[in-house]
């Protein structure tokens, strides 16, 4: 072999080289932008933006937010899935288009299962939030006027398939109830028409719950939590008030587009465990009351399954179709 031709396959060699690696190993290069599958302002815009923040801090490139609300979540879902795998754009999502969403649809433009899972961002549990007028101060004072009142009292929700409508169906089928659903377009007006007495009552976020009732505006009589909140230590959790199987949490997670590589996974993965850790963004997040999860993207990945499972069963026995 000549001393050109050696040279030759020498630089093709390198020239291959440095094509395989720069894309994970200098990752990130440029902007990377996170599609929130929600509107802004709601729990999972600020977790987004407050995780994006302090991501550009630690990774020195900027993370900017891209709000792309509609379908319980399946329009954001749809973009980031259509997306280069290539880390530069996430999705910010709750649970409806990574767990239920297939279940209530006939058709979606993405496969939840192909997302590749990055880490769970947050969680905050659920509560019974009523209208501040009802007749009942207590869990148990609740059902027993609800089954005195069959078909008579009614829930809202942000839509058909988001969590709230599941937490209903699923306070109705351990109950034994039969509240009404009546869904909503958002939760600011599922929430105005709870407090005015239009609707009895909805399952909400205890940041969003406890706003309520620090002003006076509604009742709470249950949490979905495995202890009693401090900020408001009156409040029972439901397993206390007699329903230590209803459980209802909203988390947000971020999720890559499928085929995304291992090291941007595994390095957007550690970041983010390191930003939840921080003191100030803990602060953060207890004041807005939320709890910083993290965890492995193995973590993510079995919390969608157990989510799939559990709500699956409650939309099959509720019969629940979104189209």
Same mark, same amino acid.
Request: net charge neutral; aromatic share 6%.
């Given at each position: #072999? ?30 990377? &932008? ?35 609300? %509609? ?9 980031? @899935? ?27 433009? @993405? !496969? ?58 699923? @306070? ?20 105005? !028409?709870?407090?005015? %007495? ?20 509604? &009742? ?11 900020? #408001? ?9 007699? #329903?230590? !199987? ?20 595994? &390095? ?36 969608? &399954? ?18």
């Amino acid at each position: #072999m000549t001393c050109r031709v050696v040279i030759a396959v020498a630089a093709a060699l390198l020239a291959s080289a440095s094509r395989a690696q720069p894309v994970e190993a200098d990752y990130p290069g440029r902007t990377v &932008k996170i599609v929130v599958s929600a509107p802004a302002g709601g729990g999972l815009d600020v977790a987004a933006r407050i995780i994006a923040e302090r991501l550009r801090q630690r990774l020195g490139q900027p993370f900017i937010i891209e709000n792309r609300p %509609g379908a319980a979540g399946n329009t954001g879902a749809e973009v980031v @899935f259509a997306a280069e795998p290539d880390g530069y754009t996430l999705l910010a999502a709750q649970p409806s288009p990574l767990t239920v969403n297939q279940l209530l649809y006939r058709k979606l433009n @993405f !496969d939840p299962a192909a997302f590749v899972p990055v880490a769970t961002m947050t969680a905050v549990p659920n509560v019974l939030v009523v209208r501040p007028d009802l007749p009942a101060h207590s869990l148990r004072e609740f059902i027993d006027h609800a089954k005195a009142n069959p078909g008579k009292l009614n829930f809202a929700s942000q839509g058909i398939g988001t969590t709230p409508h599941l937490s209903g169906e699923l @306070f109705n089928r351990l109950a034994g109830t039969q509240l009404v659903h009546v869904p909503y377009k958002g939760t600011a007006q599922a929430v105005n !028409d709870v407090v005015a %007495g239009h609707v009895d009552l909805i399952f909400l976020e205890m940041g969003s719950a406890f706003q309520l009732y620090k002003g006076g505006r509604a &009742k709470l009589l249950a949490l979905s939590s495995l202890e009693r909140a401090p900020q #408001m230590p009156e409040i029972p959790i439901f397993a206390e008030a007699g #329903m230590p !199987d209803f459980k209802s949490d909203t988390w947000n997670a971020l999720v890559a587009p499928p085929k995304t590589p291992a090291a941007i996974v595994a &390095k957007l993965n550690t970041a983010i465990n390191e930003v939840l850790k921080l003191p100030d963004v803990q602060a953060h997040f207890a004041g807005i009351s939320m709890q910083p999860v993290g965890g492995t993207p193995a973590d993510l990945a079995e919390r969608i &399954k157990a989510e799939t499972r559990r709500w699956g069963e409650v939309i099959r026995a509720a019969n629940i179709t979104a189209n």
